[in-house]
């Protein structure tokens, strides 16, 4: 057991804490002493614009990446859909541990008693992921989109406030806070598939400190849901895709070994493709690769043109 605790980084948010939390206490179990230190992110700061306005990869990891660089603190605890599928250099990921729930779910408007089939034409959701948005929009063009921030129960407020009919958040944050109860329903995977690596704990260290590395995989990391994240990490990587770039991935563990959905879908619904891989646990970056390839083939490749030319524009200064 190291002689100093090890010093945890994380965020602030009331979610963040829950997941520094446990793994804390896990490390704790397997004895070994830790302190947290919360650290502000740039998308932390700034919550009157829309994430995708942002436009920064690593909006809510660059100021842990410095603080593991410059060995301020030990690891840093993210949630695992927030890290880069490329991670800065000196940075490992050394740990994925055990996956939480990794669906989306229909909150409801305490005015709204239906399912989320039951949405009236032009019903208004709320939620702050492009991802979200435009697989909505492909299933229900009508749908009029909200974009929300905040921390999780900050956004169910925002909820309770509004004439929405309701808003879309991951299953695993509203489960880790005690807000199961708020879901209507799990959107089912034919609707909207889950960003990659939703529902995981992502433990990350510096490259050079190899005994951290080495007791974080030993004591956090777990097998299968590595090997399912492997497969959609390298299929965001091929794309080419970041956390606020509709896309999808989805990995679980068959009987046939990884199952692989993925989508690639325009902005507006307005195109959309979407495929399934199968193949051995220890080929998962391999299939996460060849689903990739599978949908740039098939239109994707158009769709994330179209995306980044609409960035270029909208980030272009005017004369």
Excluded at 164 to 188: F, K, S, V
Excluded at 277 to 289: C, N, Q, S, Y
Aim: glycine letters at 10%; a neutral charge; one cysteine or more.
């Amino acid at each position: 057991m190291p002689d100093a605790p090890l010093i945890l980084g994380t965020r602030g948010s009331a979610l963040a804490l829950w997941q520094a939390r446990h793994v804390r206490d896990t490390l704790a179990a397997a004895g070994y002493e830790v302190a947290l230190q919360t650290i502000q992110t740039k998308g932390d700061r700034i919550l009157d614009v829309p994430l995708a306005e942002i436009g920064d990869k690593g909006l809510f990891t660059k100021e842990l990446d410095v603080a593991l660089l410059d060995g301020r603190i030990h690891l840093a605890v993210h949630s695992l859909k927030d890290l880069p599928s490329l991670l800065p250099e000196g940075l490992v990921l050394a740990a994925v541990a055990e996956r939480a729930a990794p669906w989306d779910a229909f909150v409801a408007h305490p005015s709204f008693d239906g399912a989320f089939e039951d949405l009236p034409e032009g019903a208004v959701l709320a939620t702050s992921s492009l991802r979200r948005k435009a697989q909505l929009k492909a299933w229900r063009p009508d749908l009029r989109i909200e974009p929300v921030r905040g921390n999780v129960d900050t956004r169910l407020d925002k909820l309770d406030a509004s004439a929405w009919h309701g808003m879309i958040l991951a299953e695993a944050g509203l489960q880790r806070l005690g807000r199961a109860a708020r879901i209507r329903q799990r959107l089912p995977l034919d609707v909207m598939i889950p960003a990659v690596g939703q529902g995981a704990l992502g433990i990350v260290c510096a490259v050079y400190d190899e005994r951290t590395c080495g007791l974080l995989h030993a004591a956090l990391n777990h097998a299968p849901t590595a090997a399912a994240t492997a497969a959609e990490r390298a299929f965001l990587r091929r794309l080419e895709g970041g956390c606020q770039v509709p896309i999808g991935g989805y990995a679980n563990r068959g009987e046939e070994g990884i199952i692989l959905d993925g989508c690639v879908v325009a902005l507006e619904g307005e195109r959309f493709v979407r495929d399934r891989i199968t193949g051995p646990v220890e080929e998962a970056a391999t299939l996460g690769r060849t689903l990739a390839e599978t949908l740039l083939a098939r239109g994707g490749a158009d769709i994330l043109e179209a995306i980044r030319r609409q960035e270029i524009s909208v980030a272009r200064p005017r004369p």
